[in-house]
């Protein structure tokens, strides 16, 4: 069983005079921009790493597509981008960043790891538990004995094997608690009856599919090859507005032409169509991309360069603002 979350270091978030986040918006917040260029949150690319795509398709799912997506191109305006979920883990660890997306297992190994200063948060805002399935293929040529495995493995004694230091999972039978392994691990029995009443989504697989090949290439795209662009004027937007130099309006003014998807436009190059990243132009890529590595470079190229365009003009329009 696994839940979605982030893991923090509470030194690091002391160092930096930041609050201890509670949701998937806490992260996107202009506060965790002033540590900038010196980032205080860790994300991987959601082309290297499928539990980190799980948690941005998560947030689509809690807030919808426009605003899911302001909180995800936020987050990694506030990020270093790591090339796999695992590097974020450790830095959090390390301490080289305050606070880190994560699934549970890297929290709860954090938490072995540096006990100190680690802990697993799950966000208040949403997230989703879920148990990993195993099946019996019906080409099985020794069903029984196959069925056997499986009783054994949902046992109490084969879900012993998620109590290991080194593996440090949910089970899914709660009665491998009462076995030797499982009284030594009270930190997983606390964190498995916390899991049991997080704040958990009614989350579509069908609906997250039918985009996410379209979702990693956007975010790989429009946040992690243009990142140095971008984390530049949301440090500067950030600033600005808590700083008083602009009104709460023209921020979120700012805000918006800087993270809407429906409003990024770039050519299909397929088509030559103009079009702009709705939902449904992220279904209907979905399928191309799958089937074309040549399509999928095209469009990365295109979403690339409208947003180098769209970063480059909030920040000049900003600057001319502000003076």
């Not at 930041?18 to 506060?31: E, N, Y």
């Amino acid at each position: 069983m696994a839940s979605f979350g982030f893991t923090i270091n509470k030194q690091k978030l002391t160092e930096f005079g930041l609050p201890t986040p509670q949701k998937w918006t806490d992260l996107a917040s202009p506060d965790f921009a002033v540590t900038l260029p010196t980032p205080s949150v860790g994300v991987a690319d959601a082309i290297r790493s499928t539990s980190n795509t799980r948690m941005y398709e998560i947030i689509l799912q809690i807030y919808g597509w426009e605003e899911g997506w302001k909180i995800i191109t936020l987050m990694g305006a506030n990020a270093r981008i790591y090339d796999e979920s695992g590097l974020v883990r450790d830095a959090v660890i390390r301490g080289d960043i305050a606070v880190g997306i994560t699934i549970d297992f890297y929290g709860y190994t954090a938490q072995l790891e540096n006990p100190e200063q680690c802990q697993y948060v799950l966000p208040a805002d949403g997230s989703i538990v879920n148990g990993d399935p195993i099946a019996l293929v019906v080409t099985s040529k020794h069903p029984e004995a196959a069925q056997a495995f499986i009783a054994w493995v949902l046992s109490a004694e084969g879900q012993t094997i998620w109590m290991h230091p080194k593996v440090n999972r949910m089970p899914v039978n709660p009665k491998v608690f009462e076995t030797s392994e499982g009284q030594a691990r009270q930190d997983l029995k606390q964190a498995y009856e916390r899991t049991l009443s997080a704040s958990s989504i009614e989350f579509s697989d069908e609906l997250a599919l039918s985009y996410e090949e379209a979702m990693r290439w956007f975010f790989h795209a429009t946040i992690t090859r243009p990142h140095d662009k971008l984390q530049e004027v949301w440090r500067e937007l950030a600033l600005a507005y808590l700083m008083g130099k602009i009104t709460k309006e023209q921020f979120e003014d700012f805000v918006n032409r800087l993270t809407n998807p429906t409003l990024l436009k770039f050519k299909d190059p397929e088509t030559g169509k103009e079009l702009t990243f709705t939902q449904e132009v992220a279904q209907m890529a979905n399928k191309k991309i799958m089937k074309s590595p040549d399509y999928r470079n095209a469009l990365v190229r295109a979403w690339s360069q409208a947003a180098e365009e769209r970063y480059t003009e909030i920040l000049n329009e900003l600057k001319s603002l502000i003076g």
